[in-house]
């Protein structure tokens, strides 16, 4: 059964129209991407169904670790998300609540693929809520089959000379295996 509600009216246009153009959800998808994977991907998929803008945003704080430089890295989230016309992809520097609020953020993604995760994505959270209480931390999980995917697993992997096949994108893994300077695996007899 569907309840008709009254429509209130505000010269000419239903109230409830001018409030679906007015609230625009922008939420920031933080992270290091070192590399990108394919549970990196599958999170930025689902939050692009319910944000209004997604931008992806890699940390620049942590470059020197790194593996790949952060052009590399916008490059290659460039490269994998541009068929999500409502996704952008950044470098930030900083604290992130500041970051979200120069690009008038209401929300943060954060994926979590297992309770161990949870401590320290709620550690972030809290963190974040303090030093902004404005800011929401949204938690996503990706699909079960990404469920113990990691950039720093994905690393290893490589190093090591193992597939990475439907872990990560195909130009990934190429970048990957050039950058560790290890040749691609063997396919199985
Ligand atoms: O992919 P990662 O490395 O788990 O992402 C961590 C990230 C980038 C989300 C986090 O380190 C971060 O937001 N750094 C920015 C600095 C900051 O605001 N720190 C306070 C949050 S507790």
């Not at 500041?98 to 690009?103: C, E, H, S, V």
């Not at 950058?179 to 007899?189: D, E, S």
């Amino acid at each position: 059964m569907s309840a008709v509600l009254p429509a209130t009216w505000l010269r000419g246009t239903p109230v409830c129209f001018l409030r679906g153009t007015l609230k625009r959800v922008i939420a920031i998808y933080p992270g290091s991407f070192d590399p990108l994977t394919n549970g990196h991907l599958d999170l930025i998929q689902r939050g692009a169904k319910i944000f209004d803008e997604l931008v992806v945003a890699i940390l620049r704080n942590s470059e020197k670790n790194a593996l790949f430089t952060v052009d590399e890295r916008l490059e290659m989230l460039r490269a994998g998300t541009g068929q999500w016309s409502n996704v952008r992809v950044e470098s930030f520097e900083g604290l992130l609540v500041d970051y979200a609020r120069i690009r008038g953020a209401s929300a943060v993604l954060r994926g979590i693929r297992v309770v161990s995760d949870y401590e320290y994505e709620l550690q972030m959270a809290w963190m974040n809520r303090k030093l902004d209480p404005t800011l929401e931390t949204i938690f996503m999980m990706p699909a079960g089959a990404y469920s113990y995917l990691s950039s720093r697993i994905v690393r290893e992997i490589a190093s090591l000379g193992g597939s990475l096949a439907g872990l990560v994108p195909a130009s990934v893994d190429v970048q990957l295996r050039a950058r560790l300077g290890v040749a691609p695996p063997l396919a199985p007899k």
